[in-house]
DNA sequence: CCGCGCATTTGAACGCGTTCAAAACTGAGT
DNA sequence: ACTCAGTTTTGAACGCGTTCAAATGCGCGG
């Protein structure tokens, strides 16, 4: 953000943040032009610049806006059972559900989001209360659980399962399927899959690779 | 492409691919115009677009060149050894070698890449080429290996190994560690437990739980 | 009321990717 | 040599993201 807040300030960013994700809903991102913004929101292209550095930091509101959604339309199905694979499925099913009316557009900002060093990035310092908010739903994910799940691989868990959902993601980007047929499917496949991959981890057969694993997403993160 | 080939075509593409390579290593991606390649070639802009319909096709040479030359640099190490280990390790090693001049403008490579029916995107038709050389690449490091492997899972492998590579170079977009340091250890890191999880695979236990996973990367494969 | 400093707004202009009509080139056939 | 058809080349112009100097608005203090 570039402008310290004000009442006049906040009133303005809003109109162009309204204009700017209705537009993108209606056109793409691509089909829709700064000028466009400005002219539905109400002020001038250099208006428009003054709050956001970029076309691209336009789509901001969509990250945000969905790991705050996310959480709240993970609730019920959180709240009614305990088996894994129904939690960790559930919680994908959700963020698809919010997300579906930003399918036009995923494709840009995923491509903007990939690049390095852009604060759009899953990855970035920029994005990390976006991130933390997902990691903590994921942890709760786990934490209501009825799963026992092995200790060396407790605490990478969250991680790991976001990662799992930026793959979903990115699958979801590509997916033309009606209604993301195949993404949901994916879901409903790997979801299980996922799940029995946790239990399996606690056979002392597997501790070693377990341990493995949980060392390899521990090193991930450094930075 | 654009144009069908003539002695006089084939010697203009080549001089703007080959200045366009070379001002993207010196100054990047966005600091390297269209009107710069077109004068460092020494054509106008508009006979560039007559043989790239973009700035972004300018690197489709780059996708390219490195499918073809990473064959060529696994060579050694998978005449060498049998070790499942060293030869995924290699292998990526061996991207990774190649890769490094361009690393400077990987990051729009990629991100260009990630944008749904994108030609350059890795599971497009129009880079299937490229990508079944890949397969094929990682077939031959499947079976020049002396790991015994689940034979429901042995005709998937390829593709996973291939999804495994995208994720080290995703790792590797983002990595700023002198001498790409992070990247390489995660490979030397990673290889040796695909490996170990590949031997795994034969256990009784996990039966149910490989032929789940080589059915959904069955399904990831649909149309 | 005036002046000041800061916040907000403006829109012409800039640079860049891209387009496209016209010019120039080339080789084959008469 | 001329004509024709196809190929290659050109560079001005277009649209878009973005910039920035100047104008306008606002609140506070004297």
Redesign the pocket.
Known sequence: MT???????????AQIVEAALRLFRERG??????????EEA?????????????????VQGFYDQLAADHRAASAPVLARTTDLGERVAGTLNAWLSIAEHYHAFAGRFFAVAAQPGNPLSPFSSASHAARDAELALWDDVLAGSSTRIAAQLRARLPELLWLYQLGIVLFWVHDSSPGLRRTRELVGRSAPLVARLVRLARLPTLGPVVRQAADLAASLRGS
């Not at 991102?29 to 400005?38: E, K, Q």
């Open positions: 402008a310290p807040a004000t009442a006049r300030s906040e009133q303005t960013r991102y691509a089909g829709t032009t700064m000028r466009a913004v400005a109400g002020v001038s292209v250099g208006n428009a610049y003054y709050y956001f550095r970029s076309k691209d930091e336009l």
